[in-house]
């Protein structure tokens, strides 16, 4: 086995840790649900007993009545200013978790342009400095700033602004109303988690592994890896479908110049878009642990969405599957991922914002 091979398999592996985090960022908005109904739950107080009344009949028992309905009555007073209480302390909570002052969100409400420039101006600066310095965690590792997905959060507001602009900071207030976050265009860690879990839901659910005859063997021509094993080149077969009519579109897009033969097909010496990985058996994996025991830890392999075979990992530049910043940021410039970014999905292809190179199939 050559060195190249080695590495190739070694990088593989260490892919299945960060693409677990889609599980964690899927269940968030479960977790939310689940407290709030946690909360109205124990508001739920239990009838009152009346143990004496079935044996009151004189008029010393009605007063006994009355008295107990008394008590009835202060108690559901008091469970009703309870209950306001509480909805008051969550909202109180849950705006001091965004860390967004009100002031703001009723500013964007003015039709008064000068103060809306004035507020989305804060705001533009303030995303000019957390786009490099806002500290946030995933897949277990502290995560520094957002820029390496300007492209896919301009995609997801529809738009094509710098990340530091005012136009930027008032498409990102209205898709934060749109979600019920304060509309402050400030992207904070609130907004950040908001937008990572709209494109963790938009992944592949369903992890099953394929079975062989929802497979085919892609020809090596169609990998980085001109020399890869036939085992290792399967695909299933809508999937790369829909990469071959997603290669066409791209090859035909002058400004990606990618070198093509005369029967449309990349050229051998064409590496961007080619295939690197794509379907991956668990025994693979499996056999991959074995290999490279200090890879990382194997259970997170257990639920890869290469199983699938509808997960390709796609040739975007630098070193091919390295999660280094350092390379994502070279990844994420080129021309033919910021073509993915806007037409992949017209072809059933969903991003892993994490993985510049992984795309599944969704279809
Ligand atoms: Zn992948």
Redesign the pocket.
Known sequence: MSIKKLETKTREHG?SLI?KGYAFFGALPNLRRTVTAICASDNLFPTKPQPSARNLATMKNFRLHIALFLVVLAAVIGFASFETGSSRGQSKDSKAESGVKPTILISDRQPDRAAENSSFSAASERNAVLMNELTWTFGGKQQRGWYLYNALINQTLNRTEDAGSKGFAAALAGWQQTTGLPGSGILEENTLMGIISEWQRNRLKDRTVAQPDQLLTAPASDFYDPERAPELRQVQRETYAAYKRLIAAAMAEPSLGLAHTPDGELAPTEKYLKIV?AFRSPEYQEQLRRQYPNAGSAGLATHS??FTGR?L?LYVGGDP?DTKDSNRAIQVNTPVYQWLVHNAEHFGFRP?FY?P??WEYVK
């Open positions: 892919l693409e990985s969405p290469h997960a990992d599957v892993y993985e190179w992984h």
